[in-house]
Protein backbone atom coordinates (compact mmCIF):
# COMPACT_ATOMS: atom_id res chain seq x y z
CA UNK A 1 0.00 0.00 0.00
CA UNK A 2 1.31 3.23 -0.94
CA UNK A 3 0.47 7.16 0.80
CA UNK A 4 1.95 9.74 1.79
CA UNK A 5 1.06 11.86 5.09
CA UNK A 6 0.96 14.85 3.33
CA UNK A 7 -0.19 16.69 7.14
CA UNK A 8 -0.78 15.95 10.59
CA UNK A 9 -1.00 17.38 13.49
CA UNK A 10 -1.57 15.60 16.89
CA UNK A 11 -1.31 15.83 20.67
CA UNK A 12 0.55 13.17 22.74
CA UNK A 13 -1.93 13.14 25.78
CA UNK A 14 -3.69 9.73 26.76
CA UNK A 15 -7.20 9.57 26.12
CA UNK A 16 -9.49 6.71 26.52
CA UNK A 17 -10.88 5.17 23.25
CA UNK A 18 -14.73 5.27 24.86
CA UNK A 19 -13.77 9.01 24.85
CA UNK A 20 -13.00 9.42 21.67
CA UNK A 21 -14.78 10.52 18.34
CA UNK A 22 -13.60 9.50 15.34
CA UNK A 23 -14.49 11.25 11.77
CA UNK A 24 -13.06 10.28 8.41
CA UNK A 25 -13.82 11.77 4.81
CA UNK A 26 -12.96 10.14 1.71
CA UNK A 27 -11.56 11.79 -1.15
CA UNK A 28 -10.52 10.82 -5.30
CA UNK A 29 -6.67 10.44 -3.80
CA UNK A 30 -6.68 9.81 -0.32
CA UNK A 31 -8.95 10.88 2.95
CA UNK A 32 -8.80 12.73 6.17
CA UNK A 33 -9.50 12.62 9.75
CA UNK A 34 -9.81 13.77 13.10
CA UNK A 35 -10.05 12.48 16.08
CA UNK A 36 -11.50 14.14 18.92
CA UNK A 37 -13.04 13.50 22.45
CA UNK A 38 -16.73 13.39 23.27
CA UNK A 39 -16.21 17.17 24.89
CA UNK A 40 -15.05 18.69 21.67
CA UNK A 41 -11.15 18.40 22.54
CA UNK A 42 -9.11 17.89 19.11
CA UNK A 43 -6.38 15.42 19.60
CA UNK A 44 -5.57 14.71 15.40
CA UNK A 45 -6.27 16.05 12.62
CA UNK A 46 -4.56 14.66 9.31
CA UNK A 47 -4.48 14.63 5.30
CA UNK A 48 -3.66 11.10 3.73
CA UNK A 49 -2.80 10.69 0.61
CA UNK A 50 -2.92 7.18 -1.57
CA UNK A 51 -3.10 5.60 -4.94
CA UNK A 52 -6.15 6.75 -6.34
CA UNK A 53 -5.94 3.20 -7.79
CA UNK A 54 -5.83 1.25 -4.24
CA UNK A 55 -8.45 -1.03 -3.56
CA UNK A 56 -10.81 -0.53 -1.31
CA UNK A 57 -10.02 -3.03 1.63
CA UNK A 58 -6.46 -1.68 1.42
CA UNK A 59 -7.36 1.38 1.50
CA UNK A 60 -9.66 0.73 4.65
CA UNK A 61 -6.86 -1.07 5.94
CA UNK A 62 -4.41 2.03 5.73
CA UNK A 63 -6.87 3.99 7.86
CA UNK A 64 -6.88 1.40 10.60
CA UNK A 65 -2.98 1.52 10.48
CA UNK A 66 -2.54 5.12 9.98
CA UNK A 67 -5.04 6.76 12.08
CA UNK A 68 -5.87 3.69 14.59
CA UNK A 69 -3.09 1.69 15.05
CA UNK A 70 -3.10 -1.07 17.28
CA UNK A 71 -6.42 0.54 18.85
CA UNK A 72 -9.00 -0.13 16.43
CA UNK A 73 -10.14 -3.54 17.82
CA UNK A 74 -10.54 -1.38 21.43
CA UNK A 75 -13.23 0.91 19.43
CA UNK A 76 -14.29 4.36 19.73
CA UNK A 77 -17.19 6.16 21.14
CA UNK A 78 -18.39 7.40 17.81
CA UNK A 79 -16.73 6.83 14.62
CA UNK A 80 -18.08 8.33 11.43
CA UNK A 81 -16.97 7.59 7.52
CA UNK A 82 -18.25 10.54 4.71
CA UNK A 83 -18.70 9.31 1.59
CA UNK A 84 -18.72 12.08 -1.10
CA UNK A 85 -22.01 11.55 -3.19
CA UNK A 86 -23.38 13.67 -6.24
CA UNK A 87 -26.63 11.14 -5.91
CA UNK A 88 -29.09 11.27 -3.05
CA UNK A 89 -32.43 12.15 -1.70
CA UNK A 90 -34.15 13.58 1.17
CA UNK A 91 -37.28 12.04 3.09
CA UNK A 92 -39.38 13.58 5.52
CA UNK A 93 -38.94 11.23 8.64
CA UNK A 94 -43.09 10.62 8.54
CA UNK A 95 -42.61 9.39 5.19
CA UNK A 96 -39.75 7.85 5.25
CA UNK A 97 -39.92 3.75 4.38
CA UNK A 98 -36.13 2.32 4.84
CA UNK A 99 -37.46 -0.89 2.11
CA UNK A 100 -37.80 1.93 -0.47
CA UNK A 101 -34.09 3.51 0.26
CA UNK A 102 -33.23 2.21 -3.72
CA UNK A 103 -36.92 3.83 -5.09
CA UNK A 104 -36.11 7.09 -3.55
CA UNK A 105 -32.84 7.57 -4.96
CA UNK A 106 -34.27 6.36 -8.60
CA UNK A 107 -36.61 9.18 -8.34
CA UNK A 108 -33.87 11.81 -8.77
CA UNK A 109 -31.11 9.93 -10.89
CA UNK A 110 -30.34 6.57 -12.48
CA UNK A 111 -28.56 3.76 -10.18
CA UNK A 112 -26.44 1.04 -11.53
CA UNK A 113 -27.64 -2.18 -9.41
CA UNK A 114 -23.52 -2.30 -8.46
CA UNK A 115 -23.85 0.94 -6.28
CA UNK A 116 -24.84 0.40 -2.89
CA UNK A 117 -27.42 2.32 -1.37
CA UNK A 118 -27.68 4.05 2.20
CA UNK A 119 -29.36 6.49 4.58
CA UNK A 120 -28.52 8.77 7.35
CA UNK A 121 -30.32 10.60 9.34
CA UNK A 122 -30.77 14.41 10.72
CA UNK A 123 -32.13 15.30 13.76
CA UNK A 124 -31.67 19.22 13.00
CA UNK A 125 -34.19 18.54 9.80
CA UNK A 126 -35.96 15.59 11.45
CA UNK A 127 -35.14 13.67 7.74
CA UNK A 128 -33.51 11.06 6.19
CA UNK A 129 -31.09 11.04 3.56
CA UNK A 130 -30.79 8.56 1.32
CA UNK A 131 -27.38 8.31 -0.58
CA UNK A 132 -25.15 5.98 -3.03
CA UNK A 133 -21.56 5.16 -2.18
CA UNK A 134 -19.41 2.45 -3.72
CA UNK A 135 -20.27 -1.19 -1.95
CA UNK A 136 -16.96 -2.16 -1.93
CA UNK A 137 -15.45 0.96 -0.05
CA UNK A 138 -18.13 1.22 2.20
CA UNK A 139 -18.15 -2.90 3.06
CA UNK A 140 -14.49 -2.65 3.50
CA UNK A 141 -14.76 -0.18 6.05
CA UNK A 142 -17.54 -2.11 8.02
CA UNK A 143 -15.24 -5.10 8.45
CA UNK A 144 -12.41 -3.06 9.28
CA UNK A 145 -14.08 -0.68 11.65
CA UNK A 146 -17.11 -2.18 13.08
CA UNK A 147 -19.76 -0.24 14.21
CA UNK A 148 -18.87 3.06 12.36
CA UNK A 149 -21.23 4.53 10.40
CA UNK A 150 -21.82 6.25 7.19
CA UNK A 151 -23.24 9.07 5.90
CA UNK A 152 -22.50 11.90 3.22
CA UNK A 153 -21.27 15.17 2.90
CA UNK A 154 -24.81 16.58 2.35
CA UNK A 155 -25.95 15.27 6.06
CA UNK A 156 -23.03 16.88 7.72
CA UNK A 157 -23.11 20.07 5.71
CA UNK A 158 -27.09 20.57 6.56
CA UNK A 159 -26.70 19.75 10.34
CA UNK A 160 -24.26 22.61 10.73
CA UNK A 161 -26.15 24.92 8.48
CA UNK A 162 -29.23 24.55 10.94
CA UNK A 163 -27.01 24.72 14.16
CA UNK A 164 -24.93 27.88 12.83
CA UNK A 165 -27.73 29.85 11.15
CA UNK A 166 -29.77 32.17 13.32
CA UNK A 167 -32.92 31.40 10.80
CA UNK A 168 -33.80 35.03 10.00
CA UNK A 169 -32.12 35.52 7.18
CA UNK A 170 -31.30 33.45 3.50
CA UNK A 171 -28.08 31.29 4.25
CA UNK A 172 -26.20 29.55 2.11
CA UNK A 173 -23.42 27.03 2.64
CA UNK A 174 -20.90 25.92 -0.26
CA UNK A 175 -18.20 23.31 0.28
CA UNK A 176 -15.96 23.00 -2.71
CA UNK A 177 -13.83 19.85 -3.52
CA UNK A 178 -12.23 18.27 -5.95
CA UNK A 179 -14.24 18.87 -8.99
CA UNK A 180 -17.64 19.45 -7.33
CA UNK A 181 -19.10 21.73 -5.25
CA UNK A 182 -21.39 20.94 -2.50
CA UNK A 183 -24.59 23.73 -1.73
CA UNK A 184 -27.29 23.64 0.79
CA UNK A 185 -29.88 26.60 1.12
CA UNK A 186 -31.73 27.62 4.33
CA UNK A 187 -34.24 30.53 4.98
CA UNK A 188 -36.97 30.82 8.11
CA UNK A 189 -35.45 27.10 9.40
CA UNK A 190 -36.12 25.55 5.87
CA UNK A 191 -33.80 24.13 3.96
CA UNK A 192 -34.22 24.97 0.58
CA UNK A 193 -32.13 23.36 -1.50
CA UNK A 194 -29.47 20.78 -1.14
CA UNK A 195 -27.22 19.79 -4.09
CA UNK A 196 -24.19 18.99 -5.57
CA UNK A 197 -23.07 20.33 -8.72
CA UNK A 198 -19.65 19.72 -11.35
CA UNK A 199 -17.18 21.86 -10.63
CA UNK A 200 -13.71 22.00 -12.46
CA UNK A 201 -12.43 25.14 -11.09
CA UNK A 202 -13.39 28.35 -9.39
CA UNK A 203 -15.38 30.09 -12.37
CA UNK A 204 -17.63 26.17 -12.02
CA UNK A 205 -17.94 26.73 -8.52
CA UNK A 206 -18.86 30.29 -8.69
CA UNK A 207 -21.54 30.00 -11.23
CA UNK A 208 -23.20 27.71 -9.47
CA UNK A 209 -23.39 29.97 -6.07
CA UNK A 210 -24.85 32.81 -8.14
CA UNK A 211 -27.03 30.24 -10.44
CA UNK A 212 -28.83 29.44 -6.84
CA UNK A 213 -28.92 32.55 -5.16
CA UNK A 214 -30.87 33.84 -8.02
CA UNK A 215 -33.24 31.06 -8.57
CA UNK A 216 -34.05 31.04 -4.80
CA UNK A 217 -34.68 34.90 -4.77
CA UNK A 218 -32.30 34.80 -2.11
CA UNK A 219 -30.56 38.02 -3.19
CA UNK A 220 -31.36 40.56 0.06
CA UNK A 221 -28.71 42.38 1.94
CA UNK A 222 -28.78 40.29 4.89
CA UNK A 223 -27.96 36.81 2.48
CA UNK A 224 -24.69 35.18 4.20
CA UNK A 225 -22.67 32.86 2.52
CA UNK A 226 -20.31 30.61 4.61
CA UNK A 227 -17.99 28.54 2.58
CA UNK A 228 -15.81 25.44 3.33
CA UNK A 229 -13.25 22.99 1.60
CA UNK A 230 -10.47 23.79 -1.12
CA UNK A 231 -11.09 27.43 -0.96
CA UNK A 232 -8.12 29.50 -1.81
CA UNK A 233 -7.44 33.43 -1.24
CA UNK A 234 -8.31 34.36 -5.06
CA UNK A 235 -11.42 32.42 -4.94
CA UNK A 236 -12.59 33.90 -1.24
CA UNK A 237 -11.55 37.43 -2.54
CA UNK A 238 -14.07 36.98 -5.91
CA UNK A 239 -16.60 35.59 -4.11
CA UNK A 240 -16.61 38.83 -1.85
CA UNK A 241 -17.83 41.03 -5.07
CA UNK A 242 -21.05 39.26 -5.79
CA UNK A 243 -22.48 38.44 -2.48
CA UNK A 244 -22.60 40.72 0.23
CA UNK A 245 -21.33 38.97 3.66
CA UNK A 246 -18.95 36.32 2.69
CA UNK A 247 -17.68 34.05 5.86
CA UNK A 248 -15.26 30.95 6.00
CA UNK A 249 -17.45 28.41 7.71
CA UNK A 250 -14.83 26.21 9.91
CA UNK A 251 -17.07 23.76 12.10
CA UNK A 252 -17.82 23.08 15.61
CA UNK A 253 -15.92 25.22 17.72
CA UNK A 254 -12.95 22.93 19.43
CA UNK A 255 -10.70 23.42 22.43
CA UNK A 256 -7.06 21.89 22.05
CA UNK A 257 -4.22 21.73 24.07
CA UNK A 258 -1.34 21.95 20.95
CA UNK A 259 -0.56 25.05 20.22
CA UNK A 260 0.00 23.83 16.23
CA UNK A 261 -3.80 24.19 16.12
CA UNK A 262 -4.22 27.44 15.55
CA UNK A 263 -2.27 27.04 12.83
CA UNK A 264 -5.07 24.30 11.48
CA UNK A 265 -6.93 26.08 8.03
CA UNK A 266 -10.43 24.50 10.29
CA UNK A 267 -12.02 25.53 6.97
CA UNK A 268 -10.89 23.21 4.53
CA UNK A 269 -11.20 20.57 7.33
CA UNK A 270 -15.39 21.33 7.98
CA UNK A 271 -16.62 18.14 7.17
CA UNK A 272 -14.46 16.08 10.28
CA UNK A 273 -15.33 18.74 12.10
CA UNK A 274 -18.83 19.26 12.66
Not at 225 to 246: A, E, K, M, S, W
Amino acid sequence: MSSIVTDIITTDRPVANNEKRLSICLRSNGFSFSVSTIDNELLTVGDIQSEPSLPANNLAQLVTQTVCGNEASLGYKQMNLIVPSMQFAWIPDHLYDPALNRQYLQTVTHISDSIGIYHAYSAPLNSHIVFSAPADIVTAFKVNLPGIDITCQHAILAQAMILSSNNTHPVILMHVRESATDIEALFNGRLLLSGSYPANNNEDALYHALSVMKHLHLETPDMELYICGLVDRDFYTRLQHFFPNVSLYTGKPYSFINPDFQTLHTYKHALILS
